[in-house]
């Protein structure tokens, strides 16, 4: 798969949602926004951007870590991902290099397929805090493309979905300026701004399938 046409990529993203709200997941998520081409209401989309917020564990079932390091070989499940979760979806645990649960690769697993033009970021973080928090590492590193595009749509919080926010999805409705602009807003200056949002269209444009990112801020 290369790209969505547009009403195919606002109905991949609602599917999305109506898992995240309806079904376990991995780790407790309390946010789920779309932001770059499917937010500026582009058709195609040639990748579909969705960010997860998630909160963290800290151990609820460590008692259970144990047993699924014997049967998955897998270290941490009960601290860092639920253990009921991973009872009922076993296919959709993941581990990190280190050999540990990881609670953005099970995510992953869980919410889109491997071969599908979708970037999913993972943050115990809200979407406005880790824009900043993001543009400022960027900066520090002098490394645009780990810039995160501020251009977002809040679909599902806390529990809620908002069907407002997916009609006007629906409809392209929002109204976004250019990624140039957008992070002027955020204090850029102009031609730093333009330099910037060129790389990290040229680091997105390279990207194939489904990729994902974790951050814990």
């Known amino acids: 798969m290369t ?15 109506e898992t995240v709200a309806t079904e376990p997941m991995p780790v407790p998520v309390r946010e789920v926004w779309v932001y770059g ?32 390091r ?15 979760w991973a009872d009922e979806y ?3 645990l993941r581990a990190n290099a280190n050999g540990h649960a990881a609670p953005e690769q099970c995510l992953a697993a869980h919410l889109i397929d491997d071969d599908e033009p979708i970037h999913l970021e993972v943050c115990n973080a809200s979407f406005e805090d ?28 806390e ?33 730093e701004a333009e330099t910037a949002a060129d790389a990290v269209k040229q680091y997105r444009a390279e990207a194939e399938g489904a990729t994902v990112r974790g951050d814990v801020v």
Not at 167 to 187: C, N
């Open 3 to 17: 790209d969505f046409e547009r009403r195919a990529a606002v109905d991949r993203v609602t599917d999305l949602v």
């Open 37 to 68: 081409d499917v937010a500026l209401g582009l058709d195609p989309v040639e990748r579909l951007d969705v960010y997860v917020t998630k909160d963290m564990l800290f151990g609820r079932d460590s008692d259970r870590a144990d047993e699924f």
């Open 70 to 84: 014997e049967s998955h070989g897998v270290e941490g499940v009960g601290e860092t991902v639920d253990a009921d």
């Open 90 to 92: 076993p296919e959709y």
């Open 130 to 157: 880790n824009v900043r928090q993001r543009l400022e590492g960027a900066m520090a590193r002098e490394d645009y493309t780990q810039i995160l595009d501020p251009r977002g749509v809040c679909l599902w919080a």
């Open 159 to 191: 529990g809620q979905r908002s069907d407002e926010a997916v009609r006007k999805l629906r409809g392209s409705e929002f109204a976004f300026p250019p990624l140039s602009g957008a992070l002027e807003m955020l204090g850029l200056d102009a031609d």
